[in-house]
Structure formats: C-alpha cells, structure tokens
C-alpha cells in the first residue's frame, strides 16, 4: 500500500511539473513604442516582473546603438527575446530597405546583442491607397512582405507580422493567385501576430479559429495578442476597464483552448505602458 501510494504521490508530482512546464513555453510578448525608455530600469523592471518572453521594441534609428545592445543584454540576461519592431500604413519595399540597412549596420557592431526577428507592424488598411483602390493596396502590401522575407532569409533572419483579425475576410485576386489574405501571409512568413482585440473568451475564441487552422496547416508560429488601451466607445475591444486579473484569466482560457494546437506559441499584450496603468 505504502508502494501504491508513493507512486501516486510520484505521478502527481509528474503531472505538476509538466503542467507548469507546458505554461512556460508559451510566448508572452509585448509591444514596446516608446523606444527611449529602454534606458529606464522601471521598463526592465516593468517586463521582467510580468514574466514577458518576447519584446517587439520599436526602432527609432535616433537612438545611439549602444543603448539597443545594453537593452538586448538585459533582456537576453533574464531570458526576455527582442525583436526589431517598425512599419506603417504606407509602408513599401524602400521602407523596409531603410530598416535593413540600419539592423544590418547595428548587427555588424554589436555581434553578441541581435535582434531575435523582424517585427513588421504595417496596417495598409489605415492608408489612403486602401480607401482609392484596396485591390492594388493589397498587393502592394504582399509584394512588401515578399522582399522583406527573401532578404531576411538571406541572412537568417525571422521576419513576424501583426495581423489584424478580419484578415480571413480580405480578399485578393492577382497575380499571386486568390484567396483571403490572412491565409496567404500565414502561409509565407515565420510568424504571426493576430491583434484579436476583444476581452472576451468566446469572442476571442471565434475570431481567431480560422488564423490558427492555417497556423497548423503552415506550420507557422501564431501569437494572439488583446488590447490594455481605452476606448471609450468601442469598451469591447480592450481589457482597460476589465483589468489585468480578469484579463490574465481570459488569456489562460485562451491558451487552455488552443493547448491541442502546436502552432499555438501563446499570447501578446498592447501595449507596455497602457498594460502598467491599467488597473490590477
């Protein structure tokens, strides 16, 4: 009996420690916009209490180089991945020239602190192009992320993307082929970002499934990320007036649903400063 007994208390031990192992893989990331403050110890501070794993620091090409590389070190210190992070609306191929250009001379200096990818955070939809003719737009965008993923690949690079949600309803029809277009970037690049911005668990759930049917179909990392900024008249979209316990509770639901799914790498927070006002 004293035999049995042991070896239950045993495999529960077991269970435990693979139960808390199978939390730990999980990526739990974060944008990083205010880019001077990666010489505040409240920013490391800030990230390393929040057990954050993957940081997607925004590049402003001001900064002196040796305040990315003491950053990177911190956070390669405690674990904490930093990807180069940068886009916008109208962003093109000579854009994403200028930031390969400046992380290509930064890597050559500082060898031992790189960047772990490329975070491309380009929101063609917000662009005027979008509103005069969304089909050339759309292109425009994919060829983008076509050049982006040949000259990261050229050097071992990871290129990452934010997509929003509604993506799987966008579609295109060219050159390329047809289909939606959150299928198409799933499809190419190393891993996605999907701004799932509702503070619900059934609500999450539902906008998502059809991104991470593609994550297993392609193989392709996919992060669901929800939203700490106020929006007074959309209270749906953020976790602002919920708070951050209620929202850790939701992003554990969210991660107990999609456990089954491998290409689930786990969960992202808009954004460190509105997540550090937001109420506990």
Request: glycine content about 4%; aromatic content about 12%; hydrophobic content about 40%.
């Amino acid at each position: 009996m004293k035999k049995l007994i042991s070896t239950f208390v045993l495999l529960g031990v077991i269970f435990l420690l693979n139960d808390a192992q199978a939390q730990q893989k999980y990526t739990k990331a974060t944008w990083l916009w205010n880019t001077e403050t990666i010489t505040d110890e409240q920013t490391a501070k800030f990230l390393i209490d929040k057990k954050v794993t993957t940081v997607y620091l925004q590049i402003d090409p001001t900064l002196p180089n040796n305040q990315y590389a003491a950053f990177i070190d911190k956070m390669q210190n405690a674990n904490i991945k930093v990807q180069a992070l940068d886009g916008a609306p109208n962003w093109t191929t000579t854009d994403f020239d200028t930031l390969w250009n400046w992380l290509s001379q930064y890597h050559q200096e500082y060898p031992a602190s790189k960047f772990a990818a490329i975070h491309l955070d380009v929101e063609p939809y917000l662009s005027t192009l979008w509103k005069e003719n969304e089909k050339t737009a759309i292109h425009q965008y994919q060829q983008l992320l076509q050049h982006a993923q040949k000259q990261a690949r050229s050097s071992d690079m990871k290129i990452e993307v934010d997509i929003p949600f509604w993506y799987d309803e966008v579609l295109y029809n060219s050159t390329l082929g047809r289909g939606n277009l959150a299928e198409w970037i799933i499809a190419r690049v190393d891993g996605v970002s999907i701004m799932a911005y509702r503070n619900t668990v059934t609500a999450l759930k539902s906008i998502t499934k059809n991104e991470m049917s593609y994550a297993q179909k392609y193989k392709t990392p996919v992060v669901i990320g929800v939203e700490t900024m106020h929006f007074s008249t959309e209270p749906q979209v953020s976790f602002a007036i919920k708070g951050e316990k209620q929202m850790n509770g939701t992003l554990d639901q969210i991660s107990k649903h999609y456990s089954k799914n491998r290409y689930f790498e786990g969960v992202a927070i808009h954004h460190v400063h509105s997540w550090d006002k937001m109420k506990k």
